[in-house]
């Protein structure tokens, strides 16, 4: 059983991976939230990935923790709305929980997951079922969780995490949204799909792409 | 939708080169966008800034100058404006007696300035407050949402809390104002019709000709319910009955505001208007002030809402005091 580290070059691997989704998702995600928000993640999310991308190429990092202080900062300086103070806190606290380091070995990978989601947290107050991001993050971190204590590889573990994570998108459509401006919907609300949490899979399809390709 | 604009991707930052070309007592941070008062505020004054999405002009960079704001941050249109614009304008106005932050309760906002507070204190050592307005009635549940919107008080707010720093106050006792305020006013607001968001260029939402929008938002978010059309006397009771039934405004004296959303005539604000002055009168509401315009819009939209404060002899006081900007001056 594989029980790889995750290298800086793989995670720079998964911002670029993540960039390309959200670039090629662009029209999905908006669509998602013209029907429940205010139609613009997809254009946020493009605009915030791109301005992390010419910033990670420009200047490089030493280290884990110095990568995703700038990816953090670049998305609150850049996306605005809701989504640029969640998805910044979220690599913030990551940088802070991984540290000064050049690779992660998977519990450290699951470690720094689990302080981005805490972010989250701390930031948007969301709870399980309110169709937001945390309904695809939090499965989808558990989901790794269980795969890295049973020893598993990190591209074995990021496949689980994925799995989840669509899982957790799907699960949102039933729901009525309790958090951010979709909540003034009520029930309208039923039968759309959460943009923030069809967003979180992508970042959970890049991790398992990125992590798949540098899988001796 | 035609519109007056030279390319929807561009909005925001004409308008800016436009306000600083219109008024020489502003100053406007091109790369940041936040406008501030040409001439900064004296040493040891508090401090107020405040900012959001655009397309709510005048609100804010229209309500900045003596009397009310030092600075307001500009988002795009309809989008919040991120951190490092709001601690840049706190580092700059902050004149030792620390900043208050004037926030709209909306979920990428109360999120941002929240980042902007927590950098500013960490980063500097200015000492930051903050006031979420949440004056909108049309929300009803608040524990399953994202709580009643900031609307309408955040004009009246600004207006008086910034005579009150002007007077020298300190930034808790500024603070503290601002929080009364805001818990003593509430609004209610209604759309004939749809606004158009320039990078959309199609309406947000479909009215049909017969029907009107109780209880929107100022983006055009939905409200309690779509009605059909009605007089102007109707509607006023429809925004007044929900305002009076949630707070008692008797046996004070009252500021009340009829705004427009944008796209809807002067003439037609003053049916309003009289309208509700008769309804408030008949409830026994004293009306002590009144404000009746474009204070808070969305874009183009056609409506209105009405803003009620129960104030007090030092609210009027403040109300009354000079004030110098661009979308309100009196006593100057």
Not at chain 1, 54 to 73: I, Q, R, Y
Not at chain 2, 231 to 252: C, K, N, W, Y
Request: aromatic fraction near 4%; charge should be negative; proline fraction near 4%.
């Amino acid at each position: 059983m594989a029980t790889g580290t995750v290298t800086l070059d793989q995670l720079v691997a998964w911002l670029s991976r993540f960039h390309e989704l959200v670039t090629e998702q662009r029209g999905y995600l908006t669509e998602l939230d013209s029907a429940i928000g205010d139609a613009d993640h997809g254009a946020n999310m493009d605009r915030g990935m791109s301005a992390v991308m010419e910033k990670v190429g420009a200047t490089g990092a030493g280290s884990v923790d110095e990568l995703f202080k700038t990816v953090g900062m670049t998305l609150v300086t850049s996306v605005g709305g809701a989504s640029g103070p969640l998805y910044g806190t979220f690599f913030l606290r990551m940088g802070l929980a991984a540290g000064p380091v050049k690779e992660l070995d998977p519990p450290s990978l699951g470690a720094a997951l689990r302080a981005g989601l805490e972010g989250v947290v701390a930031r948007g107050k969301a709870e399980t079922g309110d169709k937001t991001m945390f309904d695809a993050m939090s499965p989808a971190l558990d989901a790794l969780d269980a795969k890295i204590s049973e020893g598993s590889s990190p591209g074995e573990a990021a496949v689980a995490a994925f799995a989840a994570a669509e899982d957790g998108r799907e699960a949102t459509r039933p729901l009525i949204a309790r958090k951010g401006r979709a909540s003034y919907l009520g029930e309208r609300s039923i039968g759309y799909l959460d943009p923030g949490a069809a967003s979180t899979a992508l970042l959970f399809q890049a991790l398992n792409e990125a992590l798949a390709e540098g899988t001796p | 939708m035609k519109k007056l604009i030279n390319n929807p991707e561009s909005v925001l930052a004409d308008a800016l080169t436009g306000i600083e070309a219109a008024h020489p007592s502003l100053r406007v941070d091109h790369v940041n966008r936040i406008i501030y008062r040409r001439d900064p505020a004296q040493r040891g004054k508090v401090a107020l800034i405040s900012g959001g999405g655009s397309g709510h002009e005048p609100l804010h960079g229209g309500f900045v100058g003596f009397g009310m704001l030092d600075a307001a941050c500009a988002g795009e249109v309809f989008t919040s404006p991120t951190p490092d614009q709001m601690q840049e304008a706190t580092q700059v106005v902050d004149g030792g007696a620390g900043v208050l932050h004037i926030v709209k309760n909306y979920t990428g906002d109360v999120m941002n300035f929240e980042m902007a507070a927590e950098l500013a204190s960490v980063e500097s050592g200015i000492k930051v407050e903050s006031v979420v307005t949440n004056d909108d009635v049309a929300v009803q549940d608040s524990t399953w949402t994202a709580g009643r919107r900031g609307v309408g008080v955040t004009v009246l707010l600004e207006k008086i809390v910034g005579a009150a720093a002007e007077e020298g106050q300190d930034l808790a006792s500024v603070a503290a104002l601002a929080r009364k305020v805001n818990d003593s006013a509430r609004s209610m607001g209604m759309a004939l019709t749809s606004c158009t968001v320039p990078a959309a260029g199609k309406p947000t939402f479909d009215l049909p000709e017969d029907e009107m929008e109780m209880g929107v938002g100022i983006h055009g978010e939905p409200g309690r319910h779509r009605v059909p059309l009605a007089s102007a006397a109707e509607i006023a009771e429809q925004l007044v009955d929900p305002i009076l039934a949630d707070l008692d405004f008797t046996g004070a004296p009252a500021i009340v505001m009829l705004n427009g959303m944008g796209g809807t005539p002067l003439i037609e604000l003053y049916v309003a208007y009289g309208e509700v002055h008769k309804i408030l009168a008949k409830a026994g509401v004293t009306v002590a002030r009144s404000l009746v315009g474009n204070y808070i819009t969305s874009l183009d939209m056609a409506g209105c809402s009405v803003t009620v404060l129960r104030a007090d002899d030092e609210a009027l006081r403040l109300w009354d005091a000079p004030v110098n900007t661009t979308g309100l001056r009196w006593g100057i």
